[in-house]
T-cell receptor, first 115, second 109 residues
Framework: GAVVSQHPSWVICKSGTSVKIECRSL??????MFWYRQFPKQSLMLMAT?????????EQGVEKDKFLINHASLTLSTLTVTSAHPEDSSFYIC???????????FGPGTRLTVT | GQNIDQPTEMTATEGAIVQINCTYQ??????LFWYQQHAGEAPTFLSY??LDGLEEKGRFSSFLSRSKGYSYLLLKELQMKDSASYLC??????????WGAGTKLIIKP
């Protein structure tokens, strides 16, 4: 199956700093990438959908100025959490889909802890 | 509104069979997915149903009835490694995935 990688797998940062998470599709062209957040014992929450070369579409309640998403190429999307706060601590997961694809392929996730 | 319901938790015995149900109400339907998620890991794809009926893949099978807004995931010959959360997701008319809260499956020896 298709492979999606995420980096870093975990990160600890101080409150007020920014953190960038990378999502890469390793063996296919990801025309659409999705960013999810998952709090402990809760389901996935879609944050935003990004199409290559276009601005991301954010879900209601997600601050686009705080969660900056860039999808500049068909194999890379980045999520930057700006001015992170402890309540941003969560498991962030990306997924990717190609143009003709039915299935979304998930990255392994990034665990963010803000102290 | 859009809604996907599945049981919060189920317990089953190693070697047995378990059925995890999912009911949905969405604006449009373009397929139903089942994912497995182990604690602390990302979801992995199990099955996809877009037409009514049963899809079998090894020990796992998934059933769909679009008229009833209903699906189930059937796991046979349960193994301890099957202990995980199982997520039901429906793709709506906008091709967005709507996620259920997941069913935590506990396998006992």
């Amino acid at each position: 199956g298709a492979v999606v990688s995420q980096h870093p797998s975990w990160v600890i940062c101080k409150s007020g700093t920014s953190v960038k998470i990378e999502c890469r599709s390793l063996d296919f062209q990801a025309t659409t990438m999705f960013w999810y957040r998952q709090f402990p014992k809760q389901s996935l929450m879609l944050m935003a959908t990004s199409n290559e070369g276009s601005k991301a579409t954010y879900e209601q309640g997600v601050e686009k100025d705080k969660f900056l998403i860039n999808h500049a190429s068909l194999t890379l999307s980045t999520l930057t959490v700006t001015s992170a706060h402890p309540e941003d601590s969560s498991f962030y997961i990306c997924s990717a889909r190609n143009l003709a694809g039915v299935e979304q392929y998930f990255g392994p996730g990034t665990r963010l802890t803000v102290t | 509104g859009q809604n996907i319901d599945q049981p919060t938790e189920m317990t089953a015995t190693e070697g047995a069979i378990v059925q995890i149900n999912c009911t949905y109400q969405t604006s449009g339907f373009n397929g139903l997915f089942w994912y497995q998620q182990h604690a602390g890991e990302a979801p992995t794809f199990l099955s996809y149903n877009v037409l009514d009926g049963l899809e079998e893949k090894g020990r796992f099978s998934s059933f769909l009835s679009r008229s009833k807004g209903y699906s189930y995931l059937l796991l046979k010959e349960l193994q301890m490694k099957d202990s995980a959360s199982y997520l039901c997701a429906v793709r709506d008319s906008n091709y967005q995935l709507i996620w259920g809260a997941g069913t935590k499956l506990i396998i006992k020896p």
